[in-house]
């Protein structure tokens, strides 16, 4: 089961100021069948992500997720705090593998408010750590947000 604390209503550009956090989403453990079930839906079917005789193999200890499947949890992340249509921009960078068993928790902070294109919009910092405090992924976001009037 998935937590985090997702408003129950509409996010307005007036109520976000700059350094507000995002509500923390924690995704339960990466389990074996998520990965074989993601490559699946994405058809990534690199067998590094479902195969633990590769991934020993090649050195990295065994199977590793997928870093798509990593920002897809920060995806998340965003679209439960501002809503699944106001995202105009998400990128990340990978900064660490993923093994089956960690728990991952995406947090972000809004660092910007500005108007653009006729938009008001935030900008903000998001990241995901495991259960030790190891980034996964690190990476930036706009989101164009309703205003109140």
């Known amino acids: 089961m998935t937590t985090n604390t997702q408003a129950s209503h509409k ?3 007036d109520d976000v100021q700059v350094g507000n ?3 923390k989403l924690v995704k339960p453990p990466v389990t074996h069948l998520q990965l074989v079930r993601y490559a ?3 058809g990534d079917f ?3 992500h479902t195969d633990p005789t590769v991934g020993e193999t090649i050195g990295t200890g065994g199977i590793i997720a997928h870093g798509m ?3 897809g949890f920060v995806g998340q992340l965003l679209s439960d705090y501002a809503g699944p ?7 990340v960078r990978f900064k660490g593998m993923t093994r089956i068993g960690d728990v991952i928790t995406c947090t972000g902070t809004v660092t910007e408010k500005y108007e653009a294109d006729g938009e008001a919009r935030i900008a903000g910092k998001v990241q995901a750590v495991d259960q030790n405090g190891d980034v996964k992924v ?4 706009i989101a ?3 205003r109140r009037s």
């Open 11 to 13: 996010l307005y550009y």
């Open 21 to 23: 956090e995002l509500p």
């Open 40 to 42: 699946g839906a994405s």
């Open 46 to 48: 690199n067998p590094l």
């Open 69 to 71: 499947l990593i920002m």
């Open 85 to 91: 249509s106001t995202l105009r921009k998400f990128g």
């Open 138 to 141: 690190v990476g930036t976001f």
């Open 144 to 146: 164009a947000l309703p």
